[in-house]
């Protein structure tokens, strides 16, 4: 499948692998330097797309579970295009809650049926196995742009 730019899944992941090692750091977004989950996300995004469609507004640690609002996925839905749990496919962003009851706030990157790139707290940006405790956290899904 081509996205946005003729920008095809192979290169959305080509490029995400390029952050890994990258250190988590909340709110930043710089490849070597330091990010979070959306920091990373974003990152991507600039390299394989371009300039990012808006900015963030700053947010703590705990801003899903202030709010209680499906901020991430609302962002998500502007400039992404939402797909089925059962449609996902290397390329894809993956949204993640921690509990049932609460928004999601984590986002990864698949990069095949069972791995997955993300940033998380306390680690650096990791390859991973997108196994069933992930799947079982598994919110919503979208797909970059089509061109």
């Not at 390299?47 to 947010?59: N, W």
């Not at 509990?99 to 986002?107: D, E, M, Y």
């Not at 990157?109 to 079982?136: N, P, T």
């Amino acid at each position: 499948m081509l996205f946005s730019m003729n920008i095809s899944a192979e290169h959305i992941i080509a490029e995400a692998r390029t952050w890994i090692g990258t250190p988590y750091r909340h709110q930043a977004s710089r490849k070597g330097a330091g990010c979070d989950c959306l920091g990373f996300l974003r990152g991507v995004w600039r390299e394989a797309i371009g300039d990012e469609p808006e900015l963030p507004p700053p947010y703590s640690a705990d801003w899903a579970e202030a709010s209680r609002a499906e901020t991430l996925a609302d962002a998500a839905r502007r400039h992404l295009t939402e797909i089925p749990l059962d449609a996902i496919a290397p390329g894809d962003v993956l949204l993640f809650r921690w509990r049932a009851h609460l928004p999601a706030k984590h986002c990864a990157i698949l990069v095949s049926d069972d791995r997955m790139i993300h940033a998380h707290d306390g680690a650096a940006v990791a390859e991973v196995y997108f196994a069933s405790w992930w799947k079982r956290r598994l919110a919503f899904a979208f797909r970059f742009p089509a061109s």
